[in-house]
């Protein structure tokens, strides 16, 4: 396979907890983080493994929380390769400032966890009145923003889309959706019905072939449907490394298998053009680097 690859999902664990300490939303910890954590040095060269060109850094909110610090020193470390995907408590009143205080250290997209692996939110507060600024500057500096939730909050989701349409939102693992009923994947209708929205962007990650290798799913009659209503232009691809076991080249080997049945031009699109158009730091060239101290 001789696509270029770009990675909008990985995620990185520092090893020295003294300068980067853990402070996990919720006060719970990921699991993965623990077992598998991997620094920005370990993942660059699984990055060189696996033949991925750049990466958007997801801050990992279940480790970190709000302090974004040890993505934004890698990003400083690694400007030709990676940018940083940041998170934000957008209810505080000096939310757009800070925002864009870590623009200035690499941010290129804002990410809102809603629920996911230790957190269980519908995400309602994601539209309290106090963030309607934050998705007013994200408008005005046309920052994507991603949003990890299951569906439980997939309503939030649609109303954030009807009411900000020039934001570009990227919906984290699909959604998480049902696809235990196989094709044409009935139970998947919530996701189905959320592609009228031209602002909505949705990431694939192994979480997602995953669910379409469990029969009666199969990935050849999945992703030809996930393409045909949103538009290849519309999917990027996400390792969710090292959230998903294997190796950053196993995942990507994973997603060669899945994506078989698309040309090659849908191919082309989820692996990096997609990638390429909400991040378009990662389609510049910057070969300028400074070490992490």
Not at 152 to 165: D, F, H, T
Request: include cysteine.
């Amino acid at each position: 396979m001789s696509e270029k690859i770009i990675d909008i999902h990985p995620h990185i664990i520092a090893d020295d907890t003294d300068r980067y300490p853990f402070a996990p939303l919720g006060g719970i910890r990921s699991d993965w983080s623990a077992e598998r954590p991997f620094t920005i040095h370990d993942y660059i060269a699984e990055m060189d493994a696996a033949g991925v060109s750049r990466a958007a850094m997801v801050q990992s909110a279940t480790t970190y929380g709000y302090d974004n610090s040890y993505v934004a020193d890698s990003v400083a470390a690694f400007p030709d390769r990676i940018v940083g995907v940041y998170t934000v408590d957008v209810k505080l009143p000096d939310a757009v400032a800070t925002i864009d205080g870590w623009r200035k250290r690499g941010m290129a997209g804002l990410r809102l966890f809603g629920a996911g692996s230790t957190v269980q939110s519908d995400g309602a507060w994601m539209l309290a009145p106090e963030t309607f600024p934050v998705w007013e500057h994200m408008a005005d500096i046309d920052m994507p923003v991603c949003i990890q939730t299951t569906k439980i909050g997939l309503a939030v989701v649609e109303e954030i889309l009807e009411r900000y349409p020039e934001v570009n939102i990227i919906l984290d693992h699909l959604g998480r959706p049902d696809l235990s009923d196989g094709a044409p994947y009935a139970n998947a209708a919530p996701l189905w019905r959320l592609a009228r929205f031209d602002n909505l962007f949705l990431k694939i990650t192994p979480r997602t072939f995953d669910l379409s290798e469990k029969a009666p799913a199969t990935p050849d009659t999945f992703f030809p449907r996930l393409v045909a209503e949103y538009g290849a232009e519309r999917l990027a691809w996400g390792s969710n490394f090292p959230a998903n076991t294997g190796t950053l080249k196993d995942l990507v080997d994973q997603g060669h298998r899945c994506f078989s049945a698309l040309s090659s031009a849908e191919r082309a699109a989820i692996w990096s053009g997609t990638a390429e158009r909400l991040y378009p730091q990662l389609a510049e060239a910057n070969t300028s680097q400074a070490a992490i101290a």
